[in-house]
């Protein structure tokens, strides 16, 4: 299995809404990614796991609130959010260490609306 | 801070012209560098990667890029474009020794293949 599958596809809320984005890999990745991508724009970095224990997050506002339970999965949970936060969201992995420059893999990304 | 810069915002070209991206980036140690392409509607897929050894990569679908270190660049290039390869491109950088969460992407190029 060389993918990262993402879930839901698409997904609109409302303001006042809570809901998750999913993500799962199997191709024994140790670091697992949050990417937020707006229109036109490259992805830039939210949050990553390394080892299931979060090691960065660029400072992301509190409504968005990730979490890894195992080495396979990776959630986004989000509430509150705000109308300009509509983007499509991606998720990756990759190895970690000496094998980095492997390089990530994406998922197909949640395009997120919020009305 | 580590930056990318792809020069074209957007390239425009007739099929079987040559395509040649430009990509510079800013880090004064050794790196890993990456392209990767985005089809319309789809997730980022990596075309190819330099990480040591020949600094011309050779990718899928016909892609190459040339690493010259003196002048800091990694340029996309391919003879002869298709119509299939209309997407956007991005130039992403990280640090070589597997440092997470530090792929840090272009602002991306359009391509446009008109048949």
């Known amino acids: 299995d060389t993918e990262v599958t993402q879930t839901p596809k698409h997904l609109v809320m409302g303001m006042t809404n809570k809901k998750s984005l999913k993500c799962e890999q199997h191709m024994g990745h140790r670091a697992m990614y949050w990417y937020k991508q707006k229109a036109k724009k490259p992805p830039e970095l939210m949050f990553v796991y390394s080892y299931e224990k979060l090691s960065i997050n660029e400072s992301v506002p509190s409504r968005f609130s990730p979490e890894c339970p195992n080495s396979s999965l990776l959630n986004l949970h989000l509430h509150a959010l705000q109308p300009e936060d509509s983007a499509l969201y991606l998720c990756?992995?990759?190895?970690?260490?000496?094998?980095?420059?492997?390089?990530?893999?994406f998922g197909s990304g949640t395009r997120l609306t919020v009305v | 801070a580590q930056s990318v810069s792809q020069h074209n915002h957007h390239v425009i070209l007739s099929e079987a012209a040559s395509l040649e991206l430009g990509c510079n980036y800013s880090?004064?140690?050794?790196?890993?560098l990456f392209w990767y392409v985005q089809y319309p509607g789809q997730h980022l897929q990596l075309l190819l990667k330099?990480?040591?050894?020949?600094?011309l990569v050779k990718g899928i679908k016909g892609f190459e890029a040339e690493f010259i270190k003196s002048k800091f660049s990694f340029n996309l290039r391919k003879p002869s474009v298709q119509w299939s390869d209309t997407a956007e491109y991005f130039c992403a950088v990280s640090r070589y020794g597997g440092s997470q969460g530090n792929l840090i992407f272009g602002k991306g190029t359009k391509l446009s293949v008109k048949p």
């Open positions: 990756a992995s990759s190895h970690l260490d000496g094998r980095a420059y492997e390089g990530y893999t």
């Open positions: 880090y004064g140690g050794t790196v890993n």
């Open positions: 330099y990480f040591s050894g020949d600094p």
